[in-house]
């Protein structure tokens, strides 16, 4: 057999070999395949999750009595400019009417050159004794006419035969001589400048020497002594205050909750601010406490009338979208819009739901809750 015959005898059996290889590969994978589709249809059954634990605050409906709470600027309720009442140079500046100080009611701050003004009190009361002389002139006329007459036994014809409009003019005249001598001593007591109410003197506008026109500024001088609010409340808090309002007290606090004593509810609900459309409480804050300066921004608590089936919550029982949440009797998570009645001191105050007499609310809701949710219970303690 030479080398070709040798050839073409091989290549059949090369060609089933391979073919063999490729089925013994082929089975290997089918065997592979289906173990694996074995094992990837054998699941294991995992224990169901705890309910979360919720902390809760149970509460019963009460009576509370409503506490509505505003902001508002204190005031002095006199705040001025001091003018001059008459012109003329100025004299005399005192150590009161520097800016700063503090003064009482009736303290000199000013005077002013007074030479002018005492001229012009001499020169009434010059006047006046001339009035009351032509009037006893007046007099003695009228008197002397009246004798005459009556020793005549005769009638006068007239007044002016009994030199009565004379006496008239007389009498007139001392009247208005009277009234120029008091207007000149009330100029020359209007030279010294005095402060009208107590206060600080906030800022001073005239100098010594300077010439000052009637009317012009001199000082500013504002009230320490009497204060006064002007607090707007919204129709629904107005509805909640214990009426009629005048007259009563209200608590004042400072911006860090500081107690800063009482307002006395002066007037107010009349009308509305043609602006916030808010209605408007007026009060009077007589001998402040020291730690009360004007200018303040303080917060007003008034005490309104009392409001039955009520439930005070924490204000962190309520979520930003404005729900609360609660559990009910089987564990499960209830939510509710709350219809807020008033809030004070961090505490919501909302219309207690119909139904059962007790309430668990949840004092840290979550974002996770639903609706009718599973849930372990923990009572917050108190």
């Not at 995992?46 to 508002?72: G, I, Q, W, Y």
């Not at 004794?129 to 007459?149: D, H, I, M």
């Not at 309002?245 to 601010?273: N, S, W, Y």
């Amino acid at each position: 057999m030479d080398d070709a015959e040798t050839r073409q005898t091989a290549r059949p059996q090369r060609r089933w070999l391979w073919i063999a290889l490729s089925l013994a590969m082929l089975t290997a994978v089918l065997v592979l395949v289906s173990e694996t589709e074995d094992t990837a249809n054998v699941t294991v059954a995992e224990a169901p999750s705890p309910a979360p634990t919720v902390t809760v605050l149970e509460v019963l409906p009460s009576d509370a009595a409503a506490t509505v709470t505003a902001f508002a600027e204190l005031r002095p309720r006199w705040d001025a400019e001091i003018r001059a009442a008459v012109p003329g140079r100025i004299t005399v500046v005192h150590d009161a009417a520097l800016a700063g100080e503090r003064v009482d009611a009736g303290t000199l701050l000013f005077s002013i050159e007074k030479t002018r003004y005492r001229t012009a009190v001499a020169a009434a009361e010059l006047r006046v004794e001339e009035a009351r002389l032509g009037l006893w002139r007046a007099e003695n006329a009228v008197a002397l006419a009246r004798r005459e007459f009556e020793r005549a036994g005769t009638k006068p014809p007239n007044e002016l035969a009994l030199r009565l409009p004379d006496l008239r003019i007389a009498e007139r005249t001392a009247v208005s001589a009277a009234a120029q001598l008091e207007a000149a001593r009330r100029q020359l007591a209007d030279t010294d400048v005095v402060a009208p109410f107590s206060g600080f003197i906030t800022r001073r506008m005239a100098s010594l020497g300077q010439t000052v026109a009637a009317g012009e500024p001199l000082v500013h001088l504002s009230d320490d002594r009497h204060y006064e609010l002007t607090v707007e409340l919204s129709q629904h808090d107005w509805g909640l205050l214990d009426h009629p309002v005048a007259g009563r007290q209200a608590k004042l606090f400072h911006r860090d909750g500081t107690p800063l004593g009482h307002a006395r509810i002066r007037q107010g609900g009349g009308f509305l601010d043609p602006r916030t459309r808010q209605r408007r409480l007026f009060l009077d804050v007589a001998d402040p406490a020291e730690t009360v300066l004007a200018g303040d921004f303080v917060q007003v608590a008034f005490d309104g009338r009392v409001i039955a089936d009520t439930l005070a919550i924490p204000e962190s029982a309520l979520t930003r979208a404005g729900y609360i949440w609660m559990v009910d009797g089987d564990d499960r998570l209830m939510r509710i819009e709350p219809d807020i009645v008033f809030r004070s001191g961090g505490t919501l105050t909302i219309a207690a739901p119909p139904g059962a007499g007790r309430w668990r609310v949840a004092i840290t809701p979550l974002a996770s809750f639903l609706p009718g949710q599973l849930v372990a219970p923990k009572t917050a303690e108190q």
